[in-house]
């Protein structure tokens, strides 16, 4: 089973920008994400990459957040600009071992059947 660990959250103040990662180790996995979760509300998809390169966004942060992977680093990393205290969440990065896995589905389900979860970063945002 693939282990997660995040870092890189943090706070800041609205239009700031954070790079939270998250470190893969112990297995291989064909689609990464991150998703969110702030108190009284569901878990949301963010942004998930496969490892053929297709990626996807939820429409609340697409062109403000970008996700990448180094492969050779096994690490998952979401460049997060131009924060709004809505944005304000614990982050968890999932893996899953679909390779052909729909990420549009999988972010809207909040990662459903994902394979491994991290223990989460939290992100703050001050107006």
């Known amino acids: 089973q693939v282990q997660l660990v995040e870092s890189g959250g943090g706070s800041v103040q609205a239009g700031g920008s954070l790079t939270p990662s998250c470190g893969a180790s112990?297995?291989?996995?064909?689609?990464m994400g991150w998703f969110r979760q702030s108190p009284g509300k569901e878990r949301e998809g963010v942004a998930a990459i496969r490892t053929d390169g297709i990626l996807t966004y939820a429409d609340s942060v697409r062109g403000r957040f970008t996700i990448s992977q180094d492969k050779a680093k096994n690490t998952l990393t979401l460049q997060m600009n131009s924060l709004k205290p809505e944005d304000t969440a614990m982050y968890y990065c999932?893996?899953?071992?679909?390779?052909?896995?729909?990420?549009?589905?999988?972010?809207?389900?909040?990662?459903?059947?994902?394979?491994?979860w991290g223990q989460g970063t939290q992100v703050t945002v001050s107006s």
């Open positions: 112990g297995g291989d996995f064909g689609s």
């Open positions: 999932a893996a899953s071992k679909d390779k052909k896995r729909s990420l549009t589905l999988w972010l809207r389900t909040g990662g459903d059947e994902s394979d491994s």
